[in-house]
């Protein structure tokens, strides 16, 4: 049976590279899904992350919750 989750993507730069202009940045918004397990919920949300951080993954934080 699916659920309603939310979750939200952020990107994080290494300490070393944090400016005021180059500061974590929220790279997707809240957004609610239907999944039917938390795994499948995780999994969308991984594929909503934008193109450029795909190389950075190490610095992108994804939250996931069930509603």
Do not use: C, G
Request: no cysteine; glycine share 0%.
């Amino acid at each position: 049976m699916a659920k309603i989750y939310e979750f939200a993507v952020l990107f994080n730069p290494p300490k070393s590279e944090i400016t005021s202009t180059n500061v974590p940045k929220l790279i997707v918004p809240p957004t609610t899904l239907l999944a039917d397990s938390d795994d499948e919920a995780r999994i969308k949300a991984a594929r909503a992350i934008p193109e450029e951080y795909i190389d950075r993954l190490s610095q992108v934080d994804i939250a996931v919750r069930v509603f």
